[in-house]
């Protein structure tokens, strides 16, 4: 059975182009797809035939490259046609259309001419399909422009299972073999689904077919949540999908599940599927797509699993805030342009309820007068050797555990959905400053889920909004620059913070702050993570934030001014009395002598300070309160 875990795909294209920069040459050409639709893509492919763009990447050497898509069941079916839509690359008049069986012997071969973008190339001896095993059409073209690999229609959707590249020395002949140069999978370039379509006639077991792409939903539950899940199915078939029966395994035990779709050929959609969780624990939960239509699904092996975590209280809590680390300069002539797609990410992230914290740090690309060195310093701990680029949690990203990437927006709702399938560790709930002498101290306390029983790391550091630019290349008129980091209050791997019973505390030593910074636009900014050294370097899971939040300047009263969850209860007090604005399920008042004084809203409380006590469903929170 092969698992798939769709977003790490993804993550993994992305970061791989990203870190070739330099290396690799990407281009684009014009729409597939006229707006007249005279030349759409026909037949049957696993891309998108309204495709706007096709990219090529290269290695610097010219060479034969080859391009295939997979084809099964096909007996007694007649391929009369191949399109196939090129990147940016010379003319070839002795390119081939080609097909290969499952052991990748070249069986048909028609010499055509290859140019760059739609090639509609109509056989003159049409090949009809003896058996229904595994095949292979596609081409083979003579690249030399010397940027040979083609990357799939938006390198957003990997079927690894359809899309097959190659690279050749000479041109393969009708008869020769070329598995070892295309099924070698050191040599795969392939970040999506190629635009390669194949018009066969007599071939209905093309007409349905789902090729799953993931659970798109977390799995991250309360006891008694009641969840509908969804799943991302791309439509290979050439019929609408209106129906799918799913095989739906918990913890191993399975059982058919039917599920009502409405896709239309070549679209990608979700669709929801029935599932009971267990009431506690956690585990493993599989799908597969048995059937579409009713008909025996030819991707029926694909198998998506995602862990699923049925939560307590006490423990982790669904995802609830964000940190975002940009690498940004003065001479990035590329920092400006990605500034709207940058928005757009914050904006997706808050609009799915995540709190987005954020510090642009000018690192990564040479440095300007906004560079501190504690930003510096962290570079090589999060893999960032660029700019324009940026760190999500300090997850690590794809299969190579690369940490920091380029900016795409196509990566905008998988970016979404592998944050909300993360957890919560706990809460900054309480920051306490005091201001002397152009020096700021600063106390921060919290809650972390005690299910962790770790060493916890705080770093902490002081930015500042509204800045122009001095000089800022790649944009014209004047520039503004915000979340740029001023100082750190910790060291830039973070300091130790002591945990006990829950709960943790940290104070960090006294930092100047200089005149000049204007301290209405200055804010705290706050993340959690485990240890940060040299042995934890390149394991981005082990130092991850684990949890953020911010605090404007002025700190005037705990949980109030710390921009963490947006459903944390605000805890006040009037007349004598406290005040929890927002649902809780139990409270616990102490002086400050650390005695309980009350378990009620309702006491009546003598002047003094407080510290507050506030269960949740999802979280504990802790204020202290002024009472006058």
Same mark, same amino acid.
């Given at each position: 059975?092969?698992?798939?875990?769709?977003?790490?795909?993804?993550?993994?294209?992305?970061?791989?182009?990203?870190?070739?920069?330099?290396?690799?040459?990407?281009?684009?050409?014009?729409?597939?797809?006229?707006?007249?639709?005279? #030349?759409?893509?026909?037949?049957?492919?696993?891309?998108?035939?309204?495709?706007?763009?096709?990219?090529?990447?290269?290695?610097?050497?010219?060479?034969?490259?080859?391009?295939?898509?997979?084809?099964?069941?096909?007996?007694?079916?007649?391929?009369?046609?191949?399109?196939?839509?090129?990147?940016?690359?010379?003319?070839?008049?002795?390119?081939?259309?080609?097909?290969?069986?499952?052991?990748?012997?070249?069986?048909?071969?028609?010499?055509?001419?290859?140019?760059?973008?739609?090639?509609?190339?109509?056989?003159?001896?049409?090949?009809?399909?003896?058996?229904? #095993?595994?095949?292979?059409?596609?081409?083979?073209?003579?690249?030399?422009?010397?940027?040979?690999?083609?990357?799939?229609?938006?390198?957003?959707?990997?079927?690894?299972?359809?899309?097959?590249?190659?690279?050749?020395?000479?041109?393969?002949?009708?008869?020769?073999?070329?598995?070892?140069?295309?099924?070698?999978?050191?040599?795969?370039?392939?970040?999506?689904?190629?635009?390669?379509?194949?018009?066969?006639?007599?071939?209905?077991?093309?007409?349905?077919?789902?090729?799953?792409?993931?659970?798109?939903?977390?799995?991250?539950?309360?006891?008694?949540?009641?969840?509908?899940?969804?799943?991302?199915?791309?439509?290979?078939?050439?019929?609408?999908?209106?129906?799918?029966?799913?095989?739906?395994?918990?913890?191993?035990?399975?059982?058919?599940?039917?599920?009502?779709?409405?896709?239309?050929?070549?679209?990608?959609?979700?669709?929801?599927?029935?599932?009971?969780?267990?009431?506690?624990?956690?585990?493993?939960?599989?799908?597969?797509?048995?059937?579409?239509?009713?008909?025996?699904?030819?991707?029926?092996?694909?198998?998506?699993?995602?862990?699923?975590?049925?939560?307590?209280?006490?423990?982790?809590?669904?995802?609830?805030?964000?940190?975002?680390?940009?690498?940004?300069?003065?001479?990035?002539?590329?920092?400006?342009?990605?500034?709207?797609?940058? #928005?757009?990410?914050?904006?997706?992230?808050?609009?799915?309820?995540?709190?987005?914290?954020?510090?642009?740090?000018?690192?990564?690309?040479?440095?300007?007068?906004?560079?501190?060195?504690?930003?510096?310093?962290?570079?090589?701990?999060?893999?960032?050797?660029?700019?324009?680029?940026?760190?999500?949690?300090?997850?690590?990203?794809?299969?190579?555990?690369?940490?920091?990437?380029l900016p795409q927006y196509a990566m905008t709702e998988?970016?979404?959905?592998?944050?909300?399938?993360?957890?919560?560790?706990?809460?900054?709930?309480?920051?306490?400053?005091?201001?002397?002498?152009?020096?700021?101290?600063?106390?921060?306390?919290?809650?972390?889920?005690?299910?962790?029983?770790?060493?916890?790391?705080?770093?902490?550091?002081?930015?500042?909004?509204?800045?122009?630019?001095?000089?800022?290349?790649?944009?014209?008129?004047?520039?503004?620059?915000?979340?740029?980091?001023?100082?750190?209050?910790?060291?830039?791997?973070?300091?130790?913070?002591?945990v006990k019973d829950g709960r943790f505390e940290i104070?960090?030593?006294?930092?100047?702050?200089?005149?000049?910074?204007?301290?209405?636009?200055?804010?705290?900014?706050?993340?959690?993570?485990?240890?940060?050294?040299?042995?934890?370097?390149?394991?981005?899971?082990?130092?991850?934030?684990?949890?953020?939040?911010?605090?404007?300047?002025?700190?005037?009263?705990?949980?109030?001014?710390?921009?963490?969850?947006?459903?944390?209860?605000?805890?006040?007090?009037?007349?004598?009395?406290?005040?929890?604005?927002?649902?809780?399920?139990?409270?616990?008042?102490?002086?400050?002598?650390?005695?309980?004084?009350?378990?009620?809203?309702?006491?009546?409380?003598?002047?003094?300070?407080?510290?507050?006590?506030?269960?949740?469903?999802?979280?504990?929170?802790?204020?202290?309160?002024?009472?006058?």
């Amino acid at each position: 059975m092969k698992k798939i875990n769709y977003f790490l795909l993804l993550l993994l294209s992305l970061c791989l182009s990203a870190t070739a920069q330099g290396q690799l040459e990407m281009r684009k050409i014009k729409a597939a797809a006229p707006e007249d639709g005279s #030349e759409v893509a026909q037949g049957f492919g696993y891309a998108d035939r309204n495709a706007v763009g096709v990219q090529g990447v290269g290695n610097g050497n010219a060479g034969v490259l080859s391009g295939f898509i997979q084809i099964s069941g096909v007996k007694d079916g007649k391929l009369n046609f191949v399109d196939v839509v090129m990147p940016d690359m010379t003319k070839d008049t002795k390119a081939a259309v080609a097909v290969l069986n499952s052991a990748g012997k070249v069986i048909f071969y028609e010499t055509k001419t290859l140019e760059t973008g739609l090639n509609h190339l109509i056989l003159n001896n049409p090949y009809t399909f003896t058996t229904n #095993e595994l095949h292979y059409v596609g081409y083979f073209v003579n690249a030399t422009t010397k940027y040979p690999h083609v990357i799939g229609y938006d390198g957003s959707i990997n079927i690894a299972q359809a899309s097959i590249l190659g690279l050749h020395s000479s041109t393969p002949v009708l008869n020769s073999n070329v598995m070892q140069e295309i099924f070698d999978t050191s040599k795969q370039y392939s970040f999506g689904s190629l635009l390669i379509f194949a018009g066969i006639e007599n071939a209905p077991k093309l007409e349905n077919m789902a090729y799953l792409l993931g659970i798109t939903t977390s799995l991250n539950v309360q006891p008694t949540e009641n969840i509908t899940p969804e799943i991302l199915v791309r439509n290979l078939g050439t019929k609408a999908i209106k129906n799918l029966k799913l095989d739906v395994a918990i913890d191993g035990a399975s059982k058919n599940v039917e599920a009502t779709a409405d896709l239309a050929a070549g679209q990608t959609g979700n669709v929801a599927f029935a599932l009971t969780l267990p009431q506690k624990g956690k585990g493993e939960v599989a799908v597969k797509v048995l059937e579409v239509n009713g008909i025996a699904n030819d991707f029926a092996n694909i198998a998506a699993t995602k862990p699923y975590l049925v939560l307590h209280e006490g423990g982790a809590t669904k995802k609830k805030t964000v940190m975002i680390e940009r690498f940004t300069t003065e001479r990035c002539p590329n920092c400006p342009r990605v500034d709207p797609v940058f #928005e757009k990410f914050v904006k997706a992230f808050e609009d799915a309820g995540l709190k987005v914290n954020v510090i642009m740090h000018h690192a990564g690309y040479y440095t300007d007068d906004f560079t501190i060195t504690p930003s510096s310093a962290l570079l090589p701990y999060l893999g960032v050797t660029f700019a324009p680029g940026f760190v999500i949690d300090r997850m690590a990203l794809g299969e190579k555990g690369v940490c920091a990437f380029l900016p795409q927006y196509a990566m905008t709702e998988p970016l979404k959905e592998l944050l909300l399938n993360q957890l919560e560790y706990g809460t900054i709930e309480n920051v306490e400053a005091a201001y002397n002498d152009n020096k700021v101290v600063v106390k921060v306390s919290g809650t972390v889920a005690d299910d962790f029983n770790e060493d916890l790391y705080i770093t902490a550091a002081v930015t500042e909004d509204n800045l122009k630019a001095v000089s800022q290349a790649g944009a014209t008129g004047t520039y503004i620059h915000h979340a740029v980091p001023r100082t750190f209050l910790s060291d830039a791997k973070g300091n130790k913070a002591t945990v006990k019973d829950g709960r943790f505390e940290i104070e960090f030593p006294a930092k100047e702050i200089k005149s000049e910074w204007k301290k209405g636009d200055m804010k705290f900014v706050f993340m959690a993570h485990r240890v940060l050294n040299a042995s934890t370097k390149t394991n981005y899971e082990q130092h991850q934030v684990l949890f953020s939040g911010t605090a404007p300047w002025e700190i005037t009263n705990g949980i109030n001014e710390v921009g963490v969850s947006e459903d944390a209860p605000r805890i006040t007090s009037d007349n004598h009395r406290i005040v929890v604005d927002g649902a809780f399920n139990s409270v616990e008042i102490y002086g400050i002598d650390g005695k309980l004084v009350a378990t009620s809203l309702n006491e009546s409380l003598a002047d003094g300070l407080y510290v507050v006590k506030v269960k949740t469903n999802n979280a504990k929170h802790t204020a202290k309160v002024m009472v006058k």
